[in-house]
Structure formats: C-alpha cells, structure tokens
C-alpha cells in the first residue's frame, strides 16, 4: 500500500472561489472525483495544478519581488567559450527572469534564486532558460518571460500516478476554483468535466430522470387516479386532465423501467 503524497502548502492568492466542489474520491492516481449540489466533477490534478501554477508564476512576474533566498547548494554550469561569451552577452536577460550569473571556472554559478520560486528543479530551469538564450538571440524579455512561466507551471506540477491525501486533493480544488479561468489548462485542456444530477440520472436511466421527462409532459395539468386508468384495447391510458398523486407515480415508473429493461 502506498501512502498518500502529503503536498506543501503552496502560497496562493486566497480570491473568492468561484464554487466550492467536495472532493470524494481519487482514481488512479490521476483524477480527482468531486460533487456539489448540482452534480459530480472530474477533475485532472497535473492539468490544475498546471493552471494553478501558471496564473501563481503570471502574477509573480507582473508585479515581480526579486527578493532573494541562498540556494542550500550553489549551481554551476559549464558550456563552451563560444556559448560562454553568448550568455555572458545577454545574462542581463537571464536576471530580469531571477536568474543571476556569475562567471565560474568554465561557466557559471548561481548562488540565489528569487523567494516565490520554490518546489521547482531549480537546475533544469536554469539550464532550460539559459538554452533559450543559446537557441535564439533574438528573444526579447517578454518572450523569455513567457517561457519561464510556461516551464515553472509545467515543471512543478503534479504527475499522473500520483497518489494524495483527501486533504491534498481538496487544497488543489480550492486553489482551481480561486483562479481567474480554472477550468482550462494553460495549453486549451480541460482541467474539469462536469456531470450534472440530471446526466447521472440519465446515464443510469434512473427513477429521477424518467421521472423527470414523464412529469414535463403533465405538469400543472390534473390527471385522473391511477385506480380509475382507462382501457382502450390492450393498452392502458391516462387522460391529460388529471394529476397523479405520489403513489401512482411510483408505480407507473416501475412499470415504464420494466418496459424500457424489455
């Protein structure tokens, strides 16, 4: 048995949620299973942490606070002399995103990263952004920017298989439902489908549903007791000017369960 992934608490900026969905249930790892009044939700946790993480790291870099932390082990790069001189070139660049190089040896060494950039690879982002820079020498602020969010939400993401506590699991729906636009992933996925009481009912061609579209067709209108049915040849009928009392209902709906099983 596998215990479930306790998460750290994750700052966030504690908005109104736009709804409050209880979480019930994981299933493989992967998806998060949730209700509230009005139906049952699935949700992808890598897709809504992703979002979570995006619009955290968007809002980082909109107002940014370069306050920053020692790393508890500094990292160093190594790259050729030609690749050496186009970093030290544009590592301007590179500090705009919390970056801060300095020359080492053959590369470079980065003591700190920026406080808000924690429960990351802090060196796969480091050695990601600076190929950036190596892959194209034209890319502005903005574009490097842009990538930098795209890979911290990506990278500090939960993956699939990932086994979590109720309490995890309702953290991360909380922190979904706070965000400006919650139910896509920064890549156009959907991080939530919905399942309305209704589409349940429907699916399972419950009591509820038939009842549902039995009851549309004679709302507000009396229908004579089910004792006193008419027949008519071999099949039983109900005029529109009666209403049916609770009892009957019920009865009638067993029997249309049995016809439509037949």
Request: contains cysteine; hydrophobic residues 35%.
């Amino acid at each position: 048995f596998e215990e479930p992934i306790q998460l750290e608490k994750v700052e966030v900026s504690l908005k109104e949620m736009k709804k409050k969905i209880f979480v019930k249930a994981q299933i493989h790892g992967t998806y998060i299973v949730g209700e509230d009044d009005s139906g049952m939700y699935l949700i992808d946790q890598h897709a809504a942490q992703e979002r979570i993480n995006y619009e955290y790291f968007l809002e980082k870099y909109s107002h940014p606070d370069m306050t920053m932390r020692d790393l508890l082990i500094p990292i160093t790069v190594e790259y050729p002399l030609s690749e050496c001189m186009m970093i030290e070139e544009r590592k301007d660049l590179l500090k705009e995103v919390g970056i801060d190089l300095e020359p080492f040896g053959n590369g470079f060494i980065i003591k700190q990263l920026p406080m808000w950039m924690n429960q990351i690879n802090e060196h796969l982002f480091i050695e990601d952004m600076i190929q950036q820079i190596l892959k194209d020498n034209k890319i502005d602020l903005l574009s490097l920017q842009e990538h930098a969010i795209a890979t911290l939400s990506c990278k500090a993401s939960l993956k699939g298989n990932s086994h979590l506590s109720i309490e995890s699991m309702q953290t991360i729906v909380d922190n979904l439902m706070r965000c400006d636009n919650p139910y896509v992933c920064p890549h156009g996925r959907p991080t939530i489908i919905h399942y309305s009481a209704y589409e349940l009912e429907k699916l399972f061609k419950s009591r509820g549903y038939i009842y549902y579209n039995f009851a549309r067709g004679i709302d507000n209108r009396p229908v004579e007791p089910y004792r006193e049915r008419k027949s008519v040849g071999s099949e039983t009928t109900l005029d529109h000017n009666y209403r049916l009392d609770e009892e009957e209902l019920v009865n009638i709906l067993d029997e249309l369960c049995i016809d439509v099983s037949n």
